[in-house]
């Protein structure tokens, strides 16, 4: 079994910040330093979308979208993937969900986090 669980969500103004976390747990503990780990959205009618994703050796690549507002970074002593939200606008809003994946097949969902930006 494995777990992702996210938090850090919320309401916040445009241009405003947040910092989302997953922490991952089950039989992923012991070998989360080999998964890569991704962070994705889906807004309301609309497909989900692959937001940030960290390779296990740190490699990093973001959508077009938030390059230079969001960053993505892991701490495998934790087991945790953090994603650095800034610059926020109206069209973040969505649903943000923390994904694990590795080689065989494997890929894991956490349950989702709301943030929304609104003034």
């Known amino acids: 079994q494995v777990q992702l669980v996210e938090s850090g969500g919320g309401l916040v103004q445009p241009g405003g910040s947040l910092r989302l976390s997953c922490s991952a747990s089950?039989?992923?503990?012991?070998?989360?330093?080999?998964?890569?780990m991704g962070w994705y959205r889906q807004a309301p009618g609309r497909q989900r979308e692959l937001v940030a994703r960290?390779?296990?050796?740190?490699?990093?690549n973001y959508a077009d979208s938030v390059k230079g507002r969001f960053t993505i970074s892991r701490d495998n002593a934790k087991n945790t993937v953090y994603l650095a939200m800034n610059s926020l606008k109206p069209e973040d809003t969505a649903v943000y969900y923390c994904?694990?994946?590795?080689?065989?097949?494997?890929?894991?969902w956490g349950q989702g986090t709301q943030v929304t930006v609104s003034s």
């Open positions: 089950g039989t992923i503990g012991s070998i989360f330093s080999t998964y890569s």
């Open positions: 960290i390779t296990s050796g740190g490699s990093t």
């Open positions: 994904n694990a994946a590795r080689a065989g097949g494997y890929s894991y």
